[in-house]
Structure formats: C-alpha cells, structure tokens
C-alpha cells in the first residue's frame, strides 16, 4: 500500500486497480450521488474501464496531485475518496480539492479532517498558491465542510446541466483559500493554542 498522507483518523493511500468494486459501490448510493447526477450511480464498467484507469496512471502525469482511497485507521475500512489536482486547463499551482465519502463516514468530521491535510499538503509540498473547490449552492453539508477547511465562497455561478438535477436552479458556487490566508489561520490557530 502506498501511503501518500496520514491524519489522526485517516490513511490517504494510491488507488489501484484492486479498487474497482469499492469505487463501484460508493458510487452506487443514490444519497452519495445526489447532487452529482441527481442519484444516479455511475455504470461499474466506466469505473473499471475509464475511471480508475485514469486516476492510476494520473499519479505518474501529476507529481504529488492525484485522487486517493481514505482508509479508516481504526477499521481499514474504505470510506471514500478525497482528491487535489489542477484542472487539466489550469495553472498546476492552483488545484482543485474534491472528495466523496460514504453515508457511513458522513457528520464525522472525515470529510473536513482529509480536506484541511490535502489543502496543508498543496501549499507546504507541492507549491500551491491557491487551493479552490465547488459545489452545488444547495449542498450545504459540502460547503460547511469547505468552510470548516479555511475556504471562502468567492463566487456562484450557472451551467448547463444535460440532466436537470435537483437545486441546480440556485447554480454551483466555488470556495477558495490562498496560501497568504492559510498561513494566516495557522498563525491565528496556534495563539488560540496557546493562549
């Protein structure tokens, strides 16, 4: 297994094409897939022929960016994904943090716990200057976890959905946090600290 992060609650690890059947079965909960297609889960072949594919060989094309299997420390159980990479059209020192979790893992803490190491990760090791993440306006629960994270919405806009989901009405927002902010809240948390 390679180990690309720890938390106190979590291994951030490589997926490998071992993987299929947990990425087919997160992705096979209408709840989880909500404001992704509306509930629909994504077809096991896709999975097996297209997407794990390319998140394993995109550890080779993105140095230190990727999408990685949190494993729970305490169980070894597989709870999801969490991923930090530049848009393939962007510029690479401003990645994108994403991540999908199963309900199991879901009011926890997970979700905020991976997210602030990537984002930590991004602006320590692998040069970020900028760490964004999106969302649909109505997912309150993905966007209290990008404010528990350090990230501030900057900004709503709308898309053409072919599938009309749910609340896209309300448009998708992006969040933000750029490294001056960062080392700002790191200062501001360890007085906290220590105070």
Not at 52 to 60: E, K, Q, R
Not at 144 to 169: S, Y
Request: aromatic share 10%; charged share 25%.
């Amino acid at each position: 297994m390679r180990i690309f992060l720890e938390t106190e609650r979590l291994i951030l690890r490589r997926f490998t094409e071992a993987d299929v059947d947990l990425l087919v079965g997160l992705d096979a909960d209408p709840e989880v897939m909500r404001f992704l297609t509306g509930g629909r889960s994504t077809p096991g072949a896709e999975i097996e022929h297209d997407l794990l594919p390319a998140i394993v060989s995109s550890y080779d094309r993105y140095a230190g960016y990727g999408r990685w299997a949190a494993i729970e420390k305490a169980t070894g159980d597989f709870l999801g994904w969490f991923h930090l990479r530049p848009k393939s059209d962007g510029p690479p020192d401003e990645p994108w943090l994403g991540y999908r979790l199963r309900r199991a893992a879901w009011g926890q803490g997970y979700a905020t716990e991976g997210s602030r190491a990537l984002i930590r990760k991004g602006f320590v090791d692998l040069g970020a200057r900028l760490v964004l993440a999106t969302t649909m306006a109505v997912n309150t629960a993905s966007r209290r976890v990008m404010e528990k994270a350090g990230l501030t919405l900057v900004r709503t806009f709308h898309q053409e959905w072919p599938d009309a989901i749910a609340g896209n009405e309300y448009g998708d927002v992006v969040y933000a946090l750029d490294k001056t902010d960062w080392e700002r809240q790191q200062v501001a948390d360890a007085d906290t600290l220590s105070g």
